[in-house]
């Protein structure tokens, strides 16, 4: 039997959203990852907590009260820290205002998240996103070895 690749499923410390969680994790599972998902209102040190205990290939951060940006730099900053080549995601609603989601994606990329998913296509452009990762030549390792969300 085949294992699925690890996915942790995470948000920031100040979203007790969890519709969109939900939602992430069964999308998730639907396309070929075993789902971890660390629920509302994540701690920084429950997500390094959980990528320790378990080899994870995606790290994927959804935030949807406009928190996401500010304290998603910061849990970037401590995951890139002890994970420099984990694949890391974020999406939803970053800031308070769309033109500043759009406005600090790049601010999200250059911390060392490998995409940011935001506005009406984000769910479409993150399924491209995995897809891109399933096609690799290796699949498999790539996921393994190395390798966000929304409302």
Known sequence: MKTLPHCLLATVESDSHMWNLVYLQLWLGEHGLNVKNLGSCTPVGTVLSALQQR????????????HGYSQGLELIRQVRRLHPHLPCVIGGKLTTSEDETLAVRQSLIDAGYNQVFVGPDAIDTFSRYLGSLHAQPDADSVLANSVASWG
């Open 55 to 66: 080899r994870t290939q995606l790290l994927v951060v959804s935030s949807v009260n406009g």
